[in-house]
């Protein structure tokens, strides 16, 4: 089991590592098909692994002053409840449903990290959010205006995020990211530093949340990918320095949407 647990853990850190948000979305689909995890344990497990691994990759980004800690805990905080809600509403799923599901939430991530791409090739390689923090400092100069609609959409986006941590399993960084730039206007560094910290409250919520339910975790398959992912993470931050981001982010979303068609056709085949 190790032979397979190992290289497979390594993927998934490497994803993360070089692309931040989005790249644990392969955990899933991996203890599924690869492990022969049923889908309510890989979740579970998957919250394990994408916590542990968050937990660890804050520590550089916190070296670096990378992170908004207070900010971090704050966006974690508002989404416990959504994280509570997804999942108690994974257990009234049937495994299938839930990965036809989870398929459509990788190809909405495809399409996303698809449009980020072209929308940093028509800015030169920055990203609107990138481009919109550099106006930040301008927001002092205006009169004072009521941050309500900032306040609901960042209360929106958390208690969102949340919600897919804890039915899916998933860390939403692919989510939590591009909230934290535009809402709360940090530059993108510190943007990918901070979603850790969110994601590391949002899977630890969640977990706790199925702490009650009838589920069987594979401890040592869990370890095994912990580490493994924990590892490919600081080979995935090399890999960002010598290969172009679009290259990256091109060629992992393909891979998305392969693994989202291959799921979504085991499961279609099992609800037929």
Do not use: K
């Not at 998957?46 to 992170?67: D, E, F, N, Q, Y």
């Not at 991530?109 to 550099?134: D, F, I, K, Q």
């Not at 080979?235 to 891979?255: E, I, M, Q, Y």
């Amino acid at each position: 089991m190790l032979a397979v647990t190992l290289p497979i853990g390594l993927v998934v850190g490497i994803a993360l590592g070089a692309l931040g948000g989005g790249g644990s979305i392969l955990t899933v689909p991996a203890l599924v098909y690869l492990l022969g995890l049923d889908p309510r344990s890989a979740t579970t497990g998957s919250l394990v692994i994408v916590g542990i691994t968050a937990l660890i990759g804050v520590v550089p980004h916190l070296r670096a002053g990378r992170v908004r800690l207070g900010q971090g805990v704050v966006f974690g905080l508002l989404g416990v409840g959504g994280a509570f809600a997804g999942s108690l509403l994974s257990t009234t799923v049937p495994g299938d449903v839930l990965l036809v599901a989870f398929a459509v939430l990788m190809l909405v991530v495809a399409v996303m990290m698809t449009r980020r791409r072209r929308a940093a090739a028509r800015n030169g390689g920055v990203s609107p959010a990138e481009a919109g923090t550099r106006t930040a400092p301008m927001l002092a100069l205006r009169p004072f205006r009521c941050a309500c609609r900032v306040a609901v959409v960042l209360v929106a986006t958390a208690t969102a995020v949340g919600l897919l941590t804890g039915f899916f399993g998933v860390g939403g960084g692919f989510a939590v990211v591009p909230a934290l730039v535009l809402a709360l206007r940090l530059p993108m560094p510190v943007a990918v530093g901070t979603s850790l910290v969110v994601i590391t409250i949002n899977s630890a919520s969640s977990l706790v949340a199925r702490l009650g339910q009838d589920v069987t975790l594979d401890w040592g398959v869990i370890a095994a990918f912990s580490a493994a992912a924990v590892a490919g993470t600081l080979v995935g931050a090399r890999v960002v320095s010598r290969v172009r981001p679009d290259r990256l982010n091109l060629a992992f979303t393909v891979l998305l949407v392969a693994v989202a068609l291959y799921t979504a056709a085991g499961s279609v085949s099992q609800l037929l």
